[in-house]
């Protein structure tokens, strides 16, 4: 896909993405994807963001096995990880940009695209090269972030690393977090040239063992810590600071906070 300035998934970022981001944030609603995949009736399947493979490999054990699954993501260290991270597993990996996407018109009988859409400048864009690998009758299914106000520990992170560098403060959580507009969606999405369209709220409560790892994930396993690097900071003093904010909420060991995403689905 093709990225806001601000979201590299590079260096070490997969893998604290993976192992402290992941069980928390992503797969609760990979295992609701999987569960939606069941009823798609689909041979030929992409996965645009695919990322670390979280979702892939639910997909891959959901779908039928003769399914040809083609998993892609902008960042070549995701697609890197997600083939260490899934190796033996029947996927073909390929690095992809989801506004410029290198196959050809009607490839695909189904589509996912978990968390994805959100890192794109021109969304429109990306949504009518969906259209176009599509087939006639085809399915597209993809989720994005709601808005801070329903997702309060990022909220409350992104509010704490704001404040310890007002002069210029890291944004990038904003990024995930800032396309949850369900009618712009479904605008964008028309537009495109789907014709059936259901945008579902869903909500599930996040655990994670403690809020160390949560704090781990956000200052280690996102863009967010190369804007702290750029900004001279101690990735330690930032994480204790987050862990500060969150436990007296949400709890020290496990950690567990409200999640809301918009479900998308589109034909």
Request: hydrophobic share 50%; with cysteine.
């Amino acid at each position: 896909m093709s990225h806001a300035g601000d979201a590299r998934f590079h260096g070490n970022v997969p893998a604290f993405y993976h192992r402290y981001l992941g069980p928390y944030l992503f797969e609760p609603y990979a295992l609701d994807l999987a569960r939606r995949a069941a009823g798609v009736d689909a041979r030929r399947v992409l996965e645009i963001a695919c990322g670390t493979g979280i979702a892939t490999r639910h997909l891959r054990g959901t779908l039928p096995p003769g399914a040809d699954i083609v998993a892609t993501d902008l960042n070549e260290a995701m697609i890197e990880y997600a083939r260490g991270a899934l190796a033996g597993i029947d996927v073909h990996w390929r690095t992809a940009d989801a506004a410029a996407l290198p196959f050809r018109d009607g490839a695909f009988d189904a589509i996912f695209c978990q968390f994805g859409w959100m890192f794109v400048p021109d969304k429109g864009l990306a949504l009518r090269e969906a259209r176009r690998v599509l087939a006639p009758g085809g399915t597209m299914i993809g989720s994005v972030w709601c808005a801070f106000e329903v997702n309060p520990a990022a909220r409350i992170a992104h509010e704490t690393v704001v404040a310890m560098y007002p002069a210029d403060p890291p944004m990038f959580l904003a990024t995930p977090f800032g396309f949850h507009d369900a009618l712009e969606i479904e605008r964008l999405a028309r537009a495109a040239g789907f014709q059936e369209i259901a945008i579902e709220r869903v909500e599930i409560e996040g655990h994670s063992p403690s809020v160390q790892e949560v704090a781990r994930g956000f200052t280690r396993g996102s863009p967010l810590s190369l804007a702290l690097i750029e900004r001279g900071a101690d990735l330690e003093t930032v994480a204790a600071a987050f862990c500060a904010a969150l436990a007296p909420i949400f709890g020290t060991a496990p950690f567990r906070s409200p999640l809301a995403a918009l479900l998308v689905t589109a034909r």
